[in-house]
């Protein structure tokens, strides 16, 4: 079993939070589909449970799984402070079985691509068909590449992110270099992490890139009839000029 990659990086959920605080867009998108399949719900990669917990707080039973302790962690002790019961349960989304069938399953936030290899990507898939009850819907939201993106100069350094520090009271600054491999499809990029002025540590983050007609075949050949393909979270439907794909399946029976 090949490990993978990015552990370091979501090693710290109250970073996590910090760095993604003012991003929400997504989350009405989710409870307008956690209201259209209902209960039970399973979130693949839920992290802090950014997206788990207001869909928990609108009465849902919603488990999430991922792969980091320290994003589970940061779940954990929010919940703790709330009047509510969520799963969270450490586990790879290659290899999982809950003995138990979801109404919604999703992965959100570009999670899927962190899975890089085609026999990885098979056995997610397989494992959320198995969880997927007949009448359920899986969504999966990935970007859509946009090749000048990867194309930038990779020695030049990009401001990415600004966000207060969680543990005193300075800004970190996330800057960013990438390189994109042509071959295996996967953006290789760095993140160098400043605290006030002091530079404190680099991190990977390889994504791998799935271009629309490559994701919407591998669903295809992975028993999955996609329903809606849309480009934004406000449901406009897929183009060419889309930021995101957000891809509504049913399992082929
Ligand atoms: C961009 S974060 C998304 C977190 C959360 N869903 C959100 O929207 O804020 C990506 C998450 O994918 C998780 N992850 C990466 N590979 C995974 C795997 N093989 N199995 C389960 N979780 C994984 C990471 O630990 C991280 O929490």
Redesign the pocket.
Known sequence: MKQ?D??AL?RDGKH?DNQ?MNFKD?IPFYLKKAEFYRSPIL??????G??TIPIAEKGFEITG????EG?LTSAREKIKEMDLKIDFFK????YFNLKKKFKLIFI????FC??HELSDIEKCFENIRNHLSNDGGFILDIFNPNPEYFLKNPEKKRTRFEYPDPYSDKTVTIYETNEYDKAKQINRIKWYYHIGNEFIREEELNMRIFYPQEIDALLKYNGFEIINKYGDFNEAPFDSDSPKQLIECKRIK
Do not use: V
């Open positions: 993978i990015c552990e979501y996590y993604h997504d979130e693949i990669a839920c992290g802090t950014r997206i799984l991922d792969i980091s994003m586990i790879d989304c290659r959100p936030f570009n999670s962190h899975i």
